[in-house]
């Protein structure tokens, strides 16, 4: 089962470099701000299989803080964004 966890965690790695990258590149406030949160997603995704691996379910506190103030954050920005375009 660990090579199960190890495969996963090298998926969410490369996928993490790919976004942080795409994240740098991008053009505009709006493409880093999804870039980041995917970054924020694939955190999330970690935590749920580090939870998994373990079997310790303390951390689920955290994964939903870390998606609400994901979303928070993702929101304000987004409509700040969109008045500073008007």
């Known amino acids: 089962m660990t090579y199960v ?3 996963a965690a090298a998926m969410l790695l490369i ?3 790919l ?3 795409r994240s740098i590149r991008g053009p ?3 493409d880093r701000l999804v870039g980041i949160d995917a970054i924020v997603a694939i955190m999330i995704c970690g935590l749920a299989i ?4 373990s079997g310790d379910t303390t951390i689920a506190a955290a994964i939903v803080v ?4 994901s979303f928070i954050g993702s929101v304000a920005v ?3 964004r969109v008045r500073d375009d008007e």
């Open 5 to 7: 966890w190890s495969i």
């Open 19 to 21: 976004t942080t990258y």
């Open 15 to 17: 996928a993490v470099v």
């Open 78 to 80: 987004a409509r700040f």
């Open 66 to 69: 870390l998606s609400l103030v």
């Open 50 to 53: 580090w939870v998994a691996a």
């Open 28 to 30: 505009s406030t709006l």
